[in-house]
């Protein structure tokens, strides 16, 4: 097996909002990437970097996509709430495409998670990685699907898979929540690099939060991949405590209650 630093990334969903950050810190770190999204790339594509226009439902264009790749980062599909039969296609069938796609690559995966997949536990609760699945929603829910998906790959075909599941990567904090949940683009971008350098991970579960004093997560397995966040929201705190950017009626019945009040209200 070829040094995984030496091979290609394959980055789906490269047109989104954290597929472009990516798109654009890797290839200034040196990777080579290959890139794929529904959408047109609205950037300039980087040096060592290709672009494909490509649904996830294509399996035989993933599959040529991640040949000779060492890491798939999956950040394709549905990723906000959406009716479920809108979530179905690119979350479950593209999925599935993209696990096939390292199987045949013999690829690691790196699957963008989501805070939705545990959404509806209480905030008073710290949790671990391996609490249970408590999805707010649809898209929350394909989410966990897609986390025993990397299971079911690694325990079956010894795919590498790991699970990042997102708070909030924005450029900063909006509400007193994301003082919990904000992920920095710096911080996530350290933490794919480290995905994708890590030694044998096998499967392994990351909270994708930055250092917040506030955060509603605990234990993960962030030491295996080497990986510690080195941003925080805690400065935004003065200007965010009591902030809310979710429907106040819900969260009044809720007692802001849960780790992803902004799905709750639909
Ligand atoms: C996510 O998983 C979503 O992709 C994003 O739109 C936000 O809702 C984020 O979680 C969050 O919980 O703040």
């Known amino acids: 097996m070829p040094d995984r630093a030496m091979l290609p990334i394959l980055l789906t969903g490269a047109s989104g909002a954290l597929g472009r950050v990516l798109a654009r810190n890797l290839a200034d770190a040196g990777w080579m990437l290959r890139l794929t999204d529904i959408a047109p790339f609205p950037d300039p594509v980087p040096e060592r970097a290709a672009f494909t226009q490509a649904d996830l439902a294509e399996g035989a264009t993933m599959a040529r996509l991640a040949e000779g790749c060492g890491t798939i980062l999956h950040f394709g599909g549905v990723s906000v709430e959406r009716p479920f039969h809108e979530v179905l296609g690119p979350n479950i069938t593209g999925l599935f495409n993209i696990y096939e796609a390292a199987r045949l690559a013999g690829a690691r995966v790196v699957f963008a998670s989501s805070n939705h997949t545990i959404g509806f536990h209480p905030r008073s609760e710290r949790l671990d990685v391996d609490c249970a699945f408590r999805p707010d929603g649809y898209y929350g829910l394909s989410k966990a699907y897609g986390e025993l998906m990397g299971s079911l790959y690694w325990d079956k075909h010894g795919v590498e898979s790991v699970h990042v599941r997102i708070g909030s990567c924005l450029p900063a904090p909006k509400d007193a929540r994301m003082l919990s949940t904000y ?45 510690s966040p080195q941003d925080s929201a805690d400065g935004f705190a003065p200007a965010l405590e009591g902030a809310v950017t979710g429907d106040p009626v819900v969260e009044q019945h809720q007692g802001g209650a849960f780790c992803a009040i902004d799905y709750t209200r639909r």
């Open 183 to 227: 992920l920095s683009y710096d911080d996530l971008s350290r933490l794919m690099m480290r995905c994708a350098l890590a030694g044998e991970v096998g499967t392994a579960v990351v909270w994708g939060a930055s250092a917040n004093a506030r955060s509603f997560w605990g234990a993960d397995d962030r030491i295996r991949l080497g990986w």
